[in-house]
Nanobody, 125 residues
Framework: VQLQASGGGSVQAGGSLRLSCSPSIRSSTMTMAWFRQAPGKEREFVAA?????????YYADSVKGRFIISRDNAKNMANLQMDNLKPDDTAVYYCAAGTSLILSSIRQPGAYAYWGQGTLVTVSS
């Protein structure tokens, strides 16, 4: 399975960006997620849309209320709408996917079998 991520860029604080992830198989068969990694920091969970539970979504506390993850089954994509961006959101963002995750592991990078290339998001103050 290959994941193609797109949509990164530079924006001022308070602005918006939309990231997209296109898997090479049907996204509806997988849990889709976004992680990010800032310089000198570990990769951290951002958001996920679960394969089961009617596609329930999960978010890191730091992005709750500002970011929305969604599926577009018609286009076979998972999107991350990021609003009210802050300088602390600056990082390389990675799309991830897995077919056999259990809910308790949804925030763990090691639970995802497939990863896209990173896309850089830079937020200036």
């Amino acid at each position: 399975v290959q994941l193609q991520a797109s949509g990164g860029g530079s924006v001022q604080a308070g602005g918006s960006l939309r990231l997209s992830c296109s898997p090479s198989i049907r996204s509806s068969t997988m849990t889709m997620a976004w992680f990010r990694q800032a310089p000198g920091k570990e990769r951290e969970f951002v958001a996920a849309v679960f394969r089961w539970n009617a596609g329930r979504t999960y978010y890191a506390d730091s992005v709750k209320g500002r970011f929305i993850i969604s599926r577009d089954n018609a286009k076979n994509m998972a999107n991350l709408q990021m609003d009210n961006l802050k300088p602390d959101d600056t990082a390389v963002y990675y799309c991830a996917a897995g077919t056999s995750l259990i809910l308790s592991s949804i925030r763990q990078p090691g639970a995802y079998a497939y990863w896209g290339q990173g896309t850089l998001v830079t937020v200036s103050s």
